[in-house]
Every structure is written in structure tokens, then in C-alpha cells.
Nanobody
């Protein structure tokens, strides 16, 4: 069983940047494809980005293309989400997820989730 812990969230003004981290433990990190999702109050959880086992393949939701970058450092058992040009509509709890298969945007395909980190973007 892999355990995931997110960090790096906070309050930022519109146009600002944050970098989220997701640290994995308990299993070999490179055996897992990873994803970032977010959930705003009153809304369903939505896909943000996904990355393959060694980072050679990435997927992004259309609304973050050009602003967010997903990456991973397998030596550090850590995945990142660099968020630039933040907008108030990016306000949400951000979750990382892991799965041995590369399931990309399908949240139901992930069996391992972190507890989430809050990102709040003020206008």
C-alpha cells in the first residue's frame, strides 16, 4: 500500500504561483503512475494532470495547459505540480493519486489518494 502526503498549498493572489508536492511512501514510487485532481466547494472532483512512471508522458486538463506543470523525482519519491498564473477559479483542495496503471484523467481508476492540500487564490 502506498501512502501519499500533499503539501505546498496556501493563499496566493491572482497571477501568483505555488508548487505543490506529493510525497509517497510504503512502496516503490516508480511503480506508480500519478495524478493531480482538485475539488472546489460544491463541485465534483476534477482531473488536473497526470504523469507516467518515469515522467515521459504527461496529460493536462485543458483549463491548466500552459499554466501548470506536472513533474516527478523518483529519487525523492515526490511528484510536483508547479502552478503559475493562478486564477480565483483554481481555488480548491488539490489531491494527488497513485495507481500502478497509467489511468490518466479517470479518478475512479486510482486506488490511492492523499488527504489533500488547500489552494486559495484571491482576486
Amino acid at each position: 500500500q502506498v501512502q501519499l502526503v500533499e503539501s505546498g498549498g496556501g493563499l496566493v493572489q491572482a497571477g501568483g504561483s505555488l508548487r505543490l508536492s506529493c510525497v509517497a511512501s510504503g512502496r516503490t514510487f516508480s511503480d506508480y503512475a500519478m495524478g493531480w485532481f482538485r475539488q472546489a466547494p460544491g463541485k465534483e472532483r476534477e482531473f488536473v494532470a497526470a504523469i507516467s512512471w518515469r515522467g515521459s508522458s504527461t496529460l493536462y486538463a485543458d483549463f491548466v495547459k500552459g499554466r501548470f506543470t506536472i513533474s516527478r523525482d523518483n529519487a525523492k519519491n515526490t511528484m510536483y505540480l508547479q502552478m503559475n498564473g493562478l486564477k480565483p477559479e483554481d481555488t480548491a483542495v488539490y489531491y494527488c493519486a497513485a495507481e500502478p496503471s497509467f489511468v490518466g484523467p479517470r479518478s475512479t481508476g486510482y486506488n490511492h489518494w492523499g488527504q489533500g492540500t488547500q489552494v486559495t487564490v484571491s482576486s
